[in-house]
């Protein structure tokens, strides 16, 4: 069974940093798409950044590209979501997905596996 088991959440104020964490088992972590979602009450879960575990290919939603670095250990099957000059506006519960294949993806539809959700609140 697959698990994706996050951490790193909190509270920090506006223009400091974050990293977040999340360790999958139950499948190698080779061939495998690593994502971050997040989501707002009221709001869809959208796309902020992925990874692609064997090509290490990434890719970033636009409004965090310059401050957001994701990253993958590939001893300890984690990725992480170094979060850097974070804004009032990137508070959110984030999530980690991941899914098969070599391609980086932006839907939530595309990913198969799920972690629990993180908070990050970024205060002013």
């Known amino acids: 069974q697959v698990q994706l088991v996050e951490s790193g959440g909190g509270l920090v104020q506006a223009g400091g940093s974050l990293r977040l964490s999340c360790t999958i088992s139950g499948r190698t972590a080779s061939g495998t798409v690593m994502g971050w979602f997040r989501q707002t009450p009221g709001k869809a879960r959208e796309f902020v950044a992925a990874?692609?575990?064997?090509?290490?290919?990434?890719d970033y939603v636009d409004s965090v590209k310059g401050r957001f670095s994701i990253s993958r250990d590939n001893f300890k099957n984690t990725v992480y979501l170094q979060m850097n000059s974070l804004k009032p506006e990137d508070t959110a519960v984030y999530y980690c997905?991941?899914?098969?294949?070599?391609?980086?993806?932006?839907?939530?539809?595309?990913?198969?596996?799920w972690g629990q959700g993180t908070q990050v609140t970024v205060s002013s």
């Open positions: 997905a991941a899914r098969a294949g070599l391609s980086v993806l932006y839907y939530t539809s595309t990913y198969d596996y």
């Open positions: 990874i692609s575990w064997s090509a290490g290919t990434t």
